[in-house]
């Protein structure tokens, strides 16, 4: 029992590391705040995507580094299990890299590559939905205006942003 808690805990400080050296802080914080008006999981997957790591170094990131701190972890499996209709185990990783992105060992051999390694996360119109975010968050258009999809989407969609 107390090899297990001791385990978990270097785990999660490898984890907690690896947040902070594989995704150093202007580049994460630059590409968090591109994604500011994309659902939780879309923008989690897609940081993820970016800089090649698993879904938890985000959420590491996140709870060490945002007002959300370990609410972090929760509000993410809900919102994959609502979109998914699947639970994570802790053996899961969504949109898991293929092995030979893995072996590749750098993101320019796989952008040698493009279009044919790209994810549909590469697509996602984050600059649209940042600045209907923004234009929300300052009043100056309505949540119907905003929605370029139906009304109950758009209420799902803002009921998913986070900080």
């Not at 050296?21 to 993820?48: C, H, I, N, Q």
């Not at 100056?140 to 209420?155: K, P, Y």
Request: with cysteine.
């Amino acid at each position: 029992m107390e090899e297990e808690s001791e385990v978990k805990a270097q785990e999660d400080e490898a984890n907690l590391f690896a947040s902070h050296f594989l995704m150093p802080r202007e580049a994460f914080e630059s590409e968090w705040s591109e994604t500011y008006g994309l659902p939780f999981v879309d923008r989690v997957l897609k940081v993820k995507k970016i800089f090649q790591v698993s879904y938890k170094t985000v959420l590491y990131r996140l709870a060490t580094e945002t007002d959300l701190g370990d609410s972090v972890w929760g509000m993410f499996y809900g919102q994959y299990k609502r979109r998914t209709g699947k639970s994570l185990t802790p053996i899961d990783e969504p949109n898991p890299l293929l092995p030979e992105e893995f072996q590749a060992g750098c993101p320019e051999m796989l952008r040698s590559r493009e279009p044919d390694s790209l994810s549909p996360y590469a697509f996602v119109e984050d600059r649209l939905s940042r600045l209907v975010r923004l234009a929300l968050e300052r009043s100056e258009i309505t949540l119907s205006r905003g929605a370029r999809l139906d009304l109950e989407s758009m209420r799902d969609r803002v009921a998913s942003w986070v900080k």
